[in-house]
């Protein structure tokens, strides 16, 4: 049974702000129907925040293939840098790249947020679970307490979106692992975590995934893995090694999704 998900409310006010602003001659509209992954220049950024980006810690945090950027913040916003190091990436000062970055990442997640659902899951810790491809549903927060497992099946190009109301909160040594690639190794794999309010990891996390969020993201130390932080308003990070490009088969877990040419987000393609 699909279950008819609601855009959450973060999302809606952000994207009614920026509908309202004077228009930019930076920015341009999304080619939809087009085969670029669904985050468009979001995707460029491994770090996008909206007021600030601070990374603590003695060792601080490695960024790798990607940049680090706050819209409509300035670039004083990001603070810790060095010790925190870029490697594959810059700071990228407010500009229209950074101001079309977010117009695409408030695109991604509304577009996210109004797939048809197939699983509700509200209520129900993801820890000690093994889930198939497909869009998940939380009506309010989500919590992920230790081992979540994505099993492809041995299908390409497949995703898994996960649709949070509110916030997601992970315990301590969380992980998220793929199992069952297909025959191009995990290369076109999909991961979209969309969360309409804060993201807070525990330390010592293992993540994956694009992790969208309308409010915070929050690291906790020492937490690692491959995939990229998103969000409307501010990161902390706390000796993290963030990787944008660094799943299976080079994966950056863009995959199994495209716009149709109405700007909705579908997938790219069916798998027998």
Known sequence: MKIKNLIPLPVILALAALLCAPASGSASPPAFGSTQSILLSAGDFTLLGGTAITSTGVLGTTIVNGNVGLAPGATTGITGF???????????????????????LITA????????????LSNVDLGGMTLSPGVYTFNAAAALSGALTLDAQG???????????TALTTAVNSTVTVINLGSNGGSDVGIFWNAGSAITFGANNEIAGNYLAGTS????AVTSGSGRALVLAAISLDNNII??????????????????????????ISNP
């Open 217 to 220: 993201i929050t690291f906790g």
């Open 155 to 165: 299908q390409n190009n497949v995703f898994w979106v996960f649709q949070i109301g």
């Open 109 to 120: 997640s509304v577009g996210l947020a109004g797939m048809p659902s197939d699983v509700n």
């Open 243 to 268: 990787v944008s490009r660094g799943g299976p088969g080079g994966s950056d877990w863009t995959g199994g999704l495209t716009y149709d040419l109405n700007g909705k987000v579908v997938p790219s």
């Open 82 to 104: 060095p010790p925190a190091v870029i490697i594959g990436g810059a700071i990228i000062g407010t500009s229209g790249v950074t101001g079309q970055a977010r117009l695409d």
